[in-house]
């Protein structure tokens, strides 16, 4: 069971560029999250989707964007990253139940 | 004041050793709470959910103190294995995984 999968694991980035989160679960989950976590500080929501096709913004949304492809793919957009987005991002699944974390994304924007 | 509050640590506690970490939240309509535990450059685990009644999981005891806003870890016999980040987890009145708030984490170091 391979559970919420994360790609890339590793990025590094100038600023002004632009790249996708890749998230997939295989858990049959309707919802799914996306996370940011910085030292000192707690996971921060970003954005959420309760269902395939629907997303809401979270508590730090700007200067992301998201789709919900399908039941299975969530994905996080960042289209002219910068410093403060610095950061380990995390995606999550549940479906009446707990989150279920993917294995993060170390994103350093330089 | 934060939302969910924890002490950064660390505890640097030996094997064997009993310790014990609270959590404080501000929200007084909170609905359920969670403890999650993270090892280092990880994702966050669930470790267990926290009733109002108070529950046990082996060496793992969880309390909820509504009256004050505090629930708290007790983690009896640490073990080497122990040592990782304890995240206490909150929710929102509205309820729903959208509406966790995370404490920053409570790092607990085990040693032999």
């Known amino acids: 069971n391979a559970g919420v999968t994360q790609t890339p694991k590793f990025q590094v980035l100038k600023t002004g560029q632009s790249m996708t989160l890749q998230c997939a679960q295989d858990?049959?989950?309707?919802?799914m999250y996306w996370y940011r976590q910085d030292p000192g500080m707690g996971l921060r929501l970003i954005y959420y989707?309760?269902?395939?096709?629907?997303?809401d913004k979270g508590e730090v949304p700007n200067g992301y964007n998201v789709s919900r492809l399908n039941k299975r793919e969530f994905s996080l957009r960042l289209e002219s990253a910068a410093p403060s987005q610095t950061s380990v991002y995390f995606c999550?699944?549940?479906?009446?139940?707990?989150?279920?974390f993917g294995n993060g994304t170390r994103l350093t924007v330089t | 004041r934060k939302e969910v509050e924890q002490d950064p640590g660390p505890f640097n506690v030996p094997e064997g050793a009993t310790v014990a970490f609270n959590c404080t939240y501000s929200n007084s309509a909170s609905q359920s709470f969670f403890w999650y535990r993270q090892d280092c450059r990880k994702e966050p685990k669930l470790l267990m959910s926290?009733?109002?009644s108070g529950n046990e999981d082996g060496r793992f005891t969880a309390q909820l103190n509504r009256a004050s806003q505090y629930i708290s870890l007790l983690i009896r016999d640490s073990k080497l294995s122990d040592s990782a980040t304890y995240l206490c987890?909150?929710?929102?009145?509205?309820?729903?995984?959208?509406?966790?708030?995370f404490g920053a984490g409570t790092r607990l170091a085990v040693h032999p």
């Open positions: 858990m049959n989950h309707n919802s």
């Open positions: 999550a699944s549940s479906e009446n139940s707990p989150l279920h």
């Open positions: 987890v909150v929710n929102g009145v509205s309820g729903g995984y959208n509406k966790l708030i």
């Open positions: 989707s309760a269902s395939e096709g629907t997303t």
């Open positions: 926290v009733y109002s």
